[in-house]
């Protein structure tokens, strides 16, 4: 059961206001953001912070991303309603169901099993239909490529050619890449072997982890 109250409604109203103000200007995305309860997506603890514009624990050493991070990445990938998109680290699901409201097709991979059975859990919760897997995100999902556009939500220190060659001709792939620190990147495939870099600012993400699951 989904308990949205008027504080809560209220409180996205709000951060809605303030992710305006920052830039965001997709209403697409903005209207996702409205609509979507992440507080639903944290522990319960964390109710009354739930939209403060901030990155959020969600366990397994891994967190939420900040609200104004979910739609700047989301904006970026510039979605047409049933776009096929494949997202690399579903967490805890709240960036998975704002490509879903927007209407795109999501195929999703976590790594983390238990973040992997919340976050499903979350998404059946809220009547989202994603395609989930638990998996390596640097390996993609090779069989049900290409995708229209290719969304990393953890830090990578290069692009991934697996990835890149996952996404299709005139594709775009949002990308945190750097070590201590990121910068957002997004990359247009225009041919093959030929990719059209943009930057969009400097982030903090987890690192996104190679051949390890858990």
């Known amino acids: 059961m989904i308990i949205d109250s008027f504080k809560h409604k209220g409180l996205r109203k709000t951060l809605v206001e303030e992710l305006s103000t920052k830039g965001i200007t997709d209403k697409s995305v903005l ?19 739930a939209y403060q514009d901030k990155a959020l624990p969600i366990g397994c050493q891994q967190t939420i991303s900040q609200p104004f991070t979910v739609a700047l990445q989301t904006q970026l990938l510039e979605l047409k309603p049933n776009e096929k998109v494949l997202e690399i680290g579903t967490g805890s699901g709240y960036q998975t169901s704002v ?3 927007i209407g795109a097709r999501v195929y999703t991979i976590e790594r983390h099993k238990p ?4 976050a499903k859990s979350v998404l059946e919760l809220m009547k989202y239909r994603p395609k989930c897997y638990f998996g390596d ?7 049900y490529a290409p995708f229209d556009k290719i969304i990393i939500t953890c830090g990578t220190t290069t692009i991934p050619e697996e990835l890149v060659d996952q996404l ?10 750097g070590t201590n620190s990121q910068v957002m990147y ?8 030929e990719l059209i870099k ?4 400097n982030f903090r ?6 051949d390890k699951e858990s």
């Open 99 to 101: 490509l879903c409201e």
């Open 168 to 177: 299709k001709i005139g594709g775009v792939l949002v990308v945190p890449i």
């Open 198 to 201: 943009q930057e969009f600012g």
């Open 31 to 49: 209207e996702a953001i409205g609509k979507i309860p992440r507080h639903i997506f944290l522990d319960s603890s964390l109710d009354n912070i």
């Open 137 to 143: 995100g640097y390996k993609g999902l090779p069989a």
């Open 115 to 118: 973040l992997f059975v919340r």
């Open 205 to 210: 993400f987890v690192p996104m982890l190679k």
């Open 186 to 193: 997004k990359i247009t495939k225009k041919n093959e072997g």
